[in-house]
């Protein structure tokens, strides 16, 4: 079984700063990584997503998350943060087969002017 | 192109009562599932299916049916609503191979049982 933890609930940030939003993941077996997005009264929507090869990977809206092993992490960034960023973020993980997918409990940013 | 769609988008119940989340998709996607996404605890999947005629149970099964007869058609059934069924249900959709393809929501029915 698979489980993810991302250890910050909220996270404020002033327009046009960093951040990096935290994801660890738990599993016995290889996974894939995704990150999704869900703005307000929404559904989610994918970021990106890790399956192999590079471990950076690069999603939309300026976003880029790097994915690593022995840490067992899947941070999110962005260099440079917008009001319209603001949103809650969810990091996600499944098995090779793809079909269960586990949630972590969702990071919300909040974007201040 | 709707992608997919969840009805109603609000409702709400007394403990006791019956319904079903309606979600169709358009996309001709094999794999549909039904996530229920509670503060502070992520989204946690309650069925899916693979295809029409095989139903599955996730991680938070209890209390509610599902039935796949259609590859368009996923509703979800509460047969006795319980006030811990209070939830924003969220249906998805993907390709079979949903690793490579991500999973589509639709925009979510807030339910409220009273």
């Known amino acids: 079984a698979q489980s993810v933890t991302q250890l910050d609930s909220q996270v404020p940030v002033f327009e046009e700063a960093p951040v990096e939003l935290r994801c660890n993941y738990s599993?016995?077996?290889?996974?894939?990584l995704f990150w999704y997005v869900q703005y307000p009264n929404q559904g989610l929507q994918l970021l990106l997503k890790?399956?192999?090869?590079?471990?950076l990977v690069k999603g939309i809206n300026g976003f880029e998350a790097e994915f690593n092993k022995s840490q067992t992490s899947f941070h999110l960034r962005k260099p440079s943060v917008h009001i319209s960023d603001t949103a809650e973020y969810f990091c996600?993980?499944?098995?090779?087969?793809?079909?269960?997918?586990?949630f972590g409990p969702g990071t919300r940013l909040s974007v201040l002017p | 192109n709707a992608g997919v769609t969840q009805t109603p988008k609000f409702q709400v119940l007394k403990t006791g009562q019956s319904m079903t989340l309606q979600c169709a998709q358009d996309?001709?996607?094999?794999?549909m599932s039904w996530y229920r996404q509670d503060p502070g605890m992520g989204l946690r999947l309650i069925h899916y299916?693979?295809?029409?005629?095989?139903?599955d149970q996730g991680e938070v099964p209890n209390g509610y049916n599902v039935s796949r007869s259609t590859t368009e058609d996923f509703p979800l059934r509460l047969l006795s609503a319980a006030p811990s069924q209070t939830s924003v249900y969220f249906c998805?959709?993907?390709?079979?191979?949903?690793?490579?393809?991500?999973?589509?929501f639709g925009n979510g029915t807030r339910l409220t049982v009273t």
């Open positions: 998805a959709s993907s390709a079979a191979d949903s690793y490579n393809s991500p999973l589509h």
């Open positions: 599993s016995s077996v290889s996974v894939y």
């Open positions: 890790y399956l192999s090869g590079s471990t």
């Open positions: 996600a993980v499944t098995d090779l087969y793809g079909q269960n997918f586990v």
């Open positions: 996309m001709n996607h094999e794999y």
């Open positions: 299916s693979v295809g029409a005629g095989i139903t």
